[in-house]
C-alpha cells in the first residue's frame, strides 16, 4: 500500500470541558473545541479551508461551523458515516483534501451534549441514521433488541462462550481505563477509583454487559487541526504525522446477525492497511487508543488489529500489559469509558499530546508510534497509525 | 403502557413474502435462481453471485442456539414492563447459516448454552403480523 499520508501532519488539537450538563449547544461546543485547537496550532480559524463535522445529526453542520469561524472560503465538507469509526475516517478525509492541493488547513470536530440529550440508546434516533435501517426496523425493534449494548452483549456473549473470555477480563479493561483516567484532570472519571468488587456488582444492563462496561454520556467537543509537512514546519508545535490510515468494512455490512464471521470487524481489514502504509507492524507500537465503546470492543480490537490472536485477548488484557508501563499503554487519557464519550476525536487529540510529550503524569516514554482505531455501527472500523516528530 | 408496540412494516417490498409466511407458521426465505444460494435477510441481490432474480423457499423452523443476550433496561418504552428478557440468535437447519433474531419463549435464560436445539414459535399480534420466538426443543423421551 503506498504511504501517501505521511506528509499530512495534525498540528493543532483542542477540547472543551467534558461533562454532565454543558449548558452550552451543540454548535457553541463544536466552535469552542474548534478555536482550541486553532489556538494550538497558532493559526487564525479563517484560514480553514475544509471541515469535517460530527456525524450526529443533531449536532454542528459544515456551515454552522463556516459562519461562527469566519471561515473565508469553505472548499470542502464531508461526513463520514461509520458511527464512532467516523472520527479517524475524517483523517482519511482530510488526507485526502490535504494531499491532493484542494485544502490548506482541515478542521475535524467532534461535539456532543451526550448526557443531557441522551442520543447513545434512542432506539428511534439510532434507527433513522443506522445502516440497513429497514433490518434493524423489522427484524429487530419488534424483538425488544434497539441499542449498542445489545447488538454488541452478543458479540461479547459468543467470545466468552467460545474462548472462555470471563467477565473479570473484561473488568481488567475497565479498571486500567480507570486507572489513566485517575492520572488525567481532564476526565470525568478523574476523581472516581473503580475496585474489581465495584466493576462485579454493577448492575446488568444487557448481560453479559453491565453499567460499568459501557461507555460514558459526555457534554463536550473535541477537534483537531490538519495541514501538510511544509506549513506544519512553521506552526508551534513539533508536527505529529498521519503514518498510515485506513477505514474499512465488513462482509454483511448492513446485518451483524448473519455476518459468517462474528468477530471479523472493518478493523479487520483496516488495520493491516494502515500499518502497511506506515511500514509498520503491531510489535512497533509504543500505545494504542482503541474504541472503547464497551469492554469486550477493546479485546476484540486488539484481537482483530493483530496485537494478539484471536481468542487470546482476554488474556492480553489481564496481565497489566494494556495499563501505562505495560508492554502496550491502551487509552492513556481514560477512553470512553473513563474520560469521556467524544466519539473517539478525544483518542486522537490523546495520541498527539502523547506523541509530543504533554502527557505529565500519563505520558508514555519515548512514544513515537501510536496506533489509534475507530469503530462504529454494526462493525464499521478505522485505523490510523500516528508517527511523532522524534520517530 | 401507554408507549407503542414497535411493529414490522409487514408490506416492505422486499420482506413482504416472509411476513405473509409467518401468518401461516412458516418461515420462508429467498433463494437465488441463478446459483440456488439461501439468504436472510431479505435483499433484493444475491450475496454470492449478484443475481436479481429470487424464488421464495421454506425452511424447517429450528436450528441451535448462537448466541443471546439478557436485556435489563428497556432501550423502548414499550419493553419497560418486559425487563428482563433474553434476546436470541438461532442459526437455522438446513439454512447454509441463516440466522434469525427473536425473543426466547417459555424458558429460564440461565439453562442456555451455545448449539442448544431451538424451535420457533410464531406469535400473533394481530390479523396483519406475526412475530417469531424461539424456544429450546423439547428433551427428546428415553
Known amino acids: 500500500m503506498k504511504n501517501w499520508s505521511s506528509d499530512v501532519c495534525i498540528v493543532g488539537v483542542g477540547q472543551t470541558d467534558f461533562t454532565r450538563g454543558s449548558r452550552r449547544s451543540n454548535i457553541t461546543l463544536a466552535v469552542q473545541a474548534a478555536l482550541a485547537a486553532c489556538a494550538d496550532a497558532g493559526i487564525d480559524s479563517s484560514e480553514i479551508d475544509g471541515v469535517l463535522p460530527p456525524h450526529q445529526g443533531t449536532s454542528a453542520c459544515a456551515e454552522d461551523l463556516m459562519a461562527n469561524l469566519r471561515i473565508r472560503e469553505l472548499k470542502y465538507s464531508t461526513i463520514a458515516y461509520l458511527g464512532g469509526a467516523s472520527a479517524v475516517a475524517s483523517l482519511q478525509s482530510a488526507a485526502l483534501a490535504l494531499v491532493s492541493g484542494l485544502c490548506n488547513y482541515v478542521l475535524a470536530v467532534r461535539a456532543r451534549n451526550g448526557y443531557s440529550e441522551r442520543t447513545g440508546a434512542n432506539a428511534d434516533f439510532l434507527i433513522g441514521v443506522l445502516p440497513g435501517s429497514q433490518f434493524r426496523r423489522n427484524f429487530e425493534l419488534p424483538y425488544g433488541f434497539s441499542a449498542p449494548v445489545q447488538w454488541y452483549s452478543l458479540m461479547a456473549k459468543r467470545h466468552m462462550e467460545e474462548f472462555g473470555t470471563t467477565r473479570e477480563q473484561l473488568g481488567r479493561v475497565a479498571l486500567a481505563m480507570r486507572k489513566h483516567a485517575n492520572l488525567n484532570p481532564h476526565a470525568q472519571m478523574h476523581a472516581k477509583e473503580l475496585t474489581m468488587a465495584q466493576y462485579l456488582a454493577s448492575r446488568p444492563i444487557s448481560e453479559p454487559y453491565h453499567l460499568l462496561d459501557c461507555c460514558l454520556e459526555t457534554d463536550g467537543g473535541s477537534a483537531v487541526i490538519l495541514t501538510t509537512r511544509d506549513r506544519a514546519r512553521k506552526l508551534r508545535h513539533l508536527p505529529v504525522s498521519l503514518a498510515g490510515i485506513a477505514e474499512g468494512h465488513s462482509e454483511s455490512p448492513d446485518d451483524l446477525v448473519n455476518r459468517r464471521d462474528w468477530l471479523s470487524i472493518g478493523l479487520t481489514r483496516a488495520a493491516p492497511r494502515a500499518f502497511d502504509m506506515a511500514g509498520l507492524g503491531p510489535q512497533d507500537m509504543d500505545a494504542a487508543m482503541i474504541y472503547d465503546c464497551f469492554t469486550f470492543e477493546v479485546i476484540q480490537q486488539l484481537e482483530e488489529s493483530s496485537f494478539c490472536p484471536r481468542g487470546e485477548g482476554g488474556r492480553f488484557v489481564s496481565g497489566g500489559n494494556i495499563e501505562i508501563g505495560g508492554t502496550l499503554p491502551v487509552n492513556t487519557h481514560g477512553g470512553l469509558l473513563s474520560e469521556g464519550h467524544l466519539s473517539g476525536m478525544n483518542h486522537i487529540v490523546e495520541a498527539v499530546q502523547q506523541l509530543r510529550g504533554q502527557c505529565g503524569s500519563r505520558q508514555v516514554e519515548n512514544a513515537r508510534h501510536i496506533f489509534v482505531s475507530g469503530w462504529g455501527d454494526l462493525g464499521d472500523g478505522s485505523a490510523a497509525v500516528l508517527r511523532g516528530a522524534k520517530a | ?142
Open chain 2, 1 to 142: 403502557m401507554s408507549a407503542v408496540r414497535p411493529l414490522p412494516t409487514v408490506d416492505y417490498l422486499d420482506h413482504k413474502p416472509f411476513w405473509d409466511a409467518t401468518r401461516s407458521g412458516k418461515i420462508m426465505v429467498q433463494k437465488c435462481t441463478a446459483c440456488g444460494a439461501v439468504r436472510f435477510p431479505p435483499r433484493p441481490a444475491c450475496t454470492k453471485c449478484g443475481s436479481l432474480d429470487v424464488e421464495w423457499v421454506e425452511l424447517d423452523a429450528k436450528g441451535h442456539l448462537y448466541s443471546w443476550t439478557v436485556t435489563h433496561v428497556a432501550m423502548n418504552p414499550y419493553f419497560a414492563d418486559a425487563v428482563p428478557y433474553a434476546v436470541v440468535v438461532v442459526e437455522l437447519a438446513g439454512g447454509e447459516g441463516i440466522r434469525m433474531l427473536g425473543r426466547l419463549a417459555g424458558a429460564d435464560p440461565g439453562a442456555l448454552h451455545l448449539g442448544l436445539p431451538m424451535r420457533a414459535v410464531f406469535e400473533e399480534i394481530d390479523e396483519r403480523v406475526t412475530l417469531v420466538n424461539w424456544k429450546p426443543e423439547p428433551k427428546p423421551r428415553p
